[in-house]
């Protein structure tokens, strides 16, 4: 009881703190001097114009037009804009109509966005499974180590031997749950390698303050080789397959991951989880070889081995087996296509073999959006990159691809009454990742045309997920005047801490409500059917919603990273 009245005075101290905003809709971090700069108002006065004044010094340093009023037809909102990026000086703003200040401080400078990229990569240390987190590294939020996977057994159970176990300790819990996913690994991992891939000399100066931070190794690479060790014990050594998960039968309660001890299994091996293995591990090969020639050599042992399983079975699909209800990762089109190109150009790129060429020879490929189900996209990256030494037709077909995709999203931005990359198919389950995707997608555009439009769109999907959006919230625990504070996350919800654990993106609005029901861990009705840009519920309830995840916050950190590098004049390798 005395912890829940301190819990609620600190609450009322900590809520009554928050600044209730200004109603303008900006980036609540800031901007890079050069970067897109747009505020986007609900305007009742009519105003012809917006003017934003030099905190330091009270003066009018700009003058903006106000556009006509527009609706965004994803929040019904009546919004105009303004653009301000004249604004390159580095200093501190704020907008007014008249002497109506509309707009939080607005912060201009090149590194805006510096703490936040770390602290989405820091996130990862904070979900590792089989570690107490110290203070030294975790600050308050230190905990005891939960699930140490050492034994694991094979669910049914009745599949196999009495005896059988398996040791699979390390990696990430997935999410707000304790589950480890390969399906979900896959492509998150991959994220967080092509941001190191990209700005390797930069990412080699970054410190993590992990346990790891004094080898040689960069921390970035320390850190996703807790997962990638975890990924190689998932691997069958008899035969090459990869089990799809690795979790309990159910979702355990509201509790720390000490307290979760119930029995532990991996279920059946699958044709998608084992292609995004042989991707990752393709992928790691090269990258960790300068630091861990061994590991390296492993990673692409086991690569060759599960893609050659994976082409065996091509069509082994993930089912639920009974009385399990963790998480899946398979969805009702699957197809593993996406899987088996994807990996299939990793593999050529670390081989040069004849058997991943023709794969890749044979596989299509389309502009559809990178996601945990659709890894094709992941596939053109590779394809588009003329550094891969793929054919040159097969290259610039690629090319095409991708761009097909920037434009629809460059244009959406260019003429959506918000200015943001979104469209009605991306409010989804972790719409929020659907968008920093969009980013990257924008950023991969920037890097091949070297036209600044893209940016400028790449700029508005950090914005939307930093507070250009309608419900004028930064979806980033601890970055931001009004942010996430109760995620569906474990960790945050059973410590006797208020704060939950700082950098971590919430899955974001959408109209599917699976949350929402008349049990006691559901939501009451939160949703503005129609309106998905509203269907958003800071609260533990909302695992629609307001989760956070691996494969949600790696493209944050890429997308956080990549625009804090790209800010400071340093273009990708
Ligand atoms: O792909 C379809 C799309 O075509 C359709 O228009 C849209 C709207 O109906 O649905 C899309 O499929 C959705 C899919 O996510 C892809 O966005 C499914 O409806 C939706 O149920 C599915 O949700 C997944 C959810 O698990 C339930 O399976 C999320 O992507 C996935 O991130 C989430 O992952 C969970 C893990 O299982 C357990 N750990 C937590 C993690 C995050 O919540
Ligand atoms: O905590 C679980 C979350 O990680 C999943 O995304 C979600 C949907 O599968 O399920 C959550 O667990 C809930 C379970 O499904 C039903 N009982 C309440 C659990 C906590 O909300």
Redesign the pocket.
């Known amino acids: 009881m005395k912890h829940f009245l301190i819990f609620l005075v600190f609450m009322a101290i900590f809520a009554k703190a928050e600044n209730p905003g200004f109603g303008a809709r900006i980036n609540q971090l800031g901007y890079g001097q050069q970067a897109k700069k747009i505020l986007i108002y609900k305007d009742t006065t009519n105003a012809e114009s917006v003017e934003f004044r030099d905190l330091a010094n009270e003066q009018i340093v700009l003058t903006a037009p106000l556009s006509p009023a527009a609706v965004w037809e994803f929040s019904g909102e009546s919004v105009r804009k303004a653009d301000f990026s004249s604004i390159t000086k580095p200093g501190l703003y704020a907008a007014y109509i008249g002497e109506k200040r509309i707009s939080d401080n607005i912060f201009v400078q090149n590194n805006v966005y510096e703490d936040l990229f770390k602290a989405a990569i820091k996130w990862f240390y904070y979900q590792r499974a089989g570690m107490a987190l110290a203070p030294e590294f975790a600050g308050k939020w230190a905990r005891a180590a939960g699930h140490p996977d050492t034994a694991v057994y094979f669910y049914p159970e009745s599949e196999k031997p009495a005896d059988w176990k398996i040791s699979s300790p390390k990696g990430w819990y ?4 304790y ?1 480890k ?1 390969i399906v ?1 690994s896959g492509i998150s991992v991959f994220t967080l390698l092509e941001f190191y891939e990209h700005f390797e000399t930069q990412l080699k100066k970054v410190s993590l303050n992990i346990p790891e931070s004094k080898s040689k190794t960069p921390d970035i690479l320390e850190e996703v080789r807790w997962n990638l060790d975890w990924m190689l014990t998932m691997q069958d050594p008899a035969d090459g397959g990869v089990y799809h998960k690795l979790t309990t039968a159910r979702f355990c309660g509201r509790v720390m991951p000490d307290a979760d001890i119930a029995k532990r299994y991996v279920v059946m091996k699958t044709t998608a989880a084992t292609f995004d293995f042989a991707a990752v591990m393709a992928q790691a090969a090269r990258i960790y070889k300068p630091f861990d020639a061994k590991f390296s050599q492993t990673a692409l042992n086991a690569a060759e081995r599960a893609f050659d399983w994976a082409i065996k079975n091509p069509v082994t699909l993930f089912k639920q087996p009974e009385g399990m209800n ?4 398979h ?1 009702q089109d699957e197809t593993t296509l996406d899987e088996r190109l994807w990996a299939a150009t990793e593999l050529f790129i670390s081989t040069k073999k004849k058997v991943y060429a023709d794969v890749i020879d044979t596989t299509s490929f389309a502009s559809r959006g990178p ?3 659709d890894v094709n996209f992941l596939a053109v990256y590779r394809l588009s990159d003329a550094k891969n030494g793929f054919k040159k037709d097969l290259t610039k077909a690629a090319q095409d691809t991708l761009l097909k995709l920037a434009n629809h999203l460059k244009s959406t931005t260019e003429n959506s009454a918000y200015n943001l990359p979104i469209v009605k ?1 991306n409010f ?3 719409s929020n990742s659907v968008v920093a995707n969009n980013g990257i997608v924008l950023l991969h555009a920037y890097y091949l045309t070297k036209d600044k439009s893209y940016l400028d769109a790449a700029q508005r999907a950090l914005d939307y997920i930093l507070g250009a959006n309608p419900l004028d919230i930064s979806y980033v625990t601890g970055h931001g005047n009004r942010t996430t504070k109760f995620p569906h996350h474990r960790p945050s919800d059973a410590d006797a801490i208020f704060e939950a654990v700082p950098g971590m993106l919430a ?1 974001g609005a959408h109209d ?1 409500g ?1 949350d929402v029901g008349p049990n006691p861990w559901q939501c009451e009705e939160y949703r503005k059917l129609g309106k998905p840009a509203l269907g958003y519920i800071d609260d533990w309830c909302s ?2 919603s307001n ?1 956070v ?1 691996i ?1 949600w916050n790696a493209p944050l950190a890429y997308l956080a990273g990549a625009l804090h590098y790209l800010n400071n004049g340093i273009r990708p390798k």
């Open positions: 997935d999410a707000g749950d589950g996913y979900n963790t998480g899946q990762y969805h996601w945990w189900g198919e989804v389950w972790g899955g599917g699976q695992y629609a989760e995840a494969n």
